[in-house]
């Protein structure tokens, strides 16, 4: 028996599991994975979540990250366009930082099983059983699902109706290490900044139509589609560090489905990468969902504050970055060109865009 049980170890779910933990509370999180592992991320980081990062014991000044103040748009037209970002952000890989917070996260006591995946959650008599799939039992208080967009408990809703593929690589040379670029294409975009030990982070959306055209053949998808645009083509020139990461079936909503439990991170909403805030919202649900369980720790109330974070914050943001990214995705290339010029043409238009997508700076 525990006080908490937390599905799912990324970011949300290690941020609330090192919160409660010092709380005093006895907490278990279950990973499906390991640690550490790549993701399919654009690991670029808003500076509205620094405070809290350091809170949770990610020293970001002694780790040296790049510090992000500048973006360049591009198009497959040969448009560009650059504005300097109110808050900007940090560069750090997903390997590198799941890695530190699971590390933390053990050093305050939390008990984490990995490689371990969860088949069933029931609630009865005010208590949770959790069932795996190496037949093991768990029993707790509370529960919270941090497990990500795809789960077997859960079926990823999609507010757009469109699939989307990700596809991430490091690589050894990229933009100036202040400044991430996003590369716009007929069918998607890319985004590019440095990350830690003087590496850069090349990761893109894409539709998946096109793929499916293609037989799933990524090769052929970068050549005949992404390198139209070319000043992405030039950055696909650059050395591969590690190997191709890709994710596909990726949706963007609420996940509106009613559970016993709450739900953070990209569990409870998707947010289109576009905005550079995912990360920052995995953060900020977890911090919420620990201030109403400090202080309110009945499961009714901790699911109706759940509920109304999801609806009514989460949700903004969400719909925030689904417009931006339909900007990008015009099909009408008339259109397409014409925003790309205004872009570039009236002072001040891409700075507008790019507050869209940032969040106040948030604190324990």
């Known amino acids: 028996m525990s006080d908490l049980v937390i599905i799912g170890g990324g970011l ?6 090192i919160l409660c933990a010092r709380k005093g509370m006895n907490v278990i999180l279950i990973e499906k994975s390991s640690y550490p592992k ?31 103040d500048t973006f360049v748009l591009t198009s497959h037209h040969g448009l560009s366009a650059t504005c300097k970002l109110d808050i900007g952000g940090i560069g750090i890989s997903r390997y590198l930082l799941d890695k530190l917070l699971a590390d933390i996260a053990r050093n305050e006591g939390v008990k984490i099983y990995e490689q371990t995946r969860v088949t069933s959650v029931d609630y009865i008599d005010d208590r949770y059983t959790i069932e795996t799939h190496n037949k093991e039992t768990f029993y707790t208080a509370q529960c919270v699902g941090a497990y990500g967009r795809i789960s077997g408990l859960q079926s990823p ?63 052929q998808f970068e050549e005949e589609v992404i390198f139209k645009n070319k000043y992405l083509k030039e950055r696909f020139n650059s050395r591969k560090i590690i190997d191709r990461v890709a994710t596909s079936q990726l949706q963007f909503g609420i996940h509106s489905e009613p559970l016993s439990y709450p739900l953070l991170g990209d569990a409870a909403g998707f947010i289109p990468p576009i905005t550079g805030n995912g990360m920052s919202l995995a953060f900020r649900s977890a911090l919420a969902l620990y201030q109403t369980l400090i202080n309110h720790p009945k499961n009714n109330t901790l699911l109706s504050e759940n509920k109304r974070y999801i609806n009514q914050y989460l949700k903004r ?43 106040e700076e948030f604190r324990v």
């Not at 790549?38 to 510090?67: A, D």
């Not at 809703?157 to 100036?176: E, L, M, N, T, W």
């Not at 990008?328 to 001040?348: E, H, R, S």
Request: overall charge positive.
């Open 12 to 17: 949300a779910g290690l941020s609330l599991s």
């Open 38 to 68: 790549h993701k399919v991320c654009g690991e670029y980081i808003s500076k509205e979540s620094l405070h809290f990062l350091n809170h949770l014991g990610i020293n970001t000044k002694s780790l040296q990250l790049p510090n992000i």
């Open 157 to 219: 809703q999609s507010q757009s109706g469109k699939s989307y593929i990700g596809v991430k690589y490091h690589v050894d040379r990229g933009p100036a290490k202040n400044e991430i670029e996003i590369h716009n294409f007929e069918a998607g975009y890319c985004g590019i900044s440095a990350i830690e030990d003087d590496k850069y982070c090349l990761c893109y959306l894409a539709k998946a139509e096109p793929l499916k055209e293609m037989k799933g053949n990524i090769d």
């Open 317 to 359: 943001r969400i719909q925030q970055g689904i417009f931006l990214q339909d900007l990008l995705f015009i099909q009408n290339q008339y259109f397409n060109k014409a925003l790309m010029y205004g872009l570039v043409t009236i002072p001040g238009l891409l700075k507008i865009m790019s507050k869209q997508a940032t969040g």
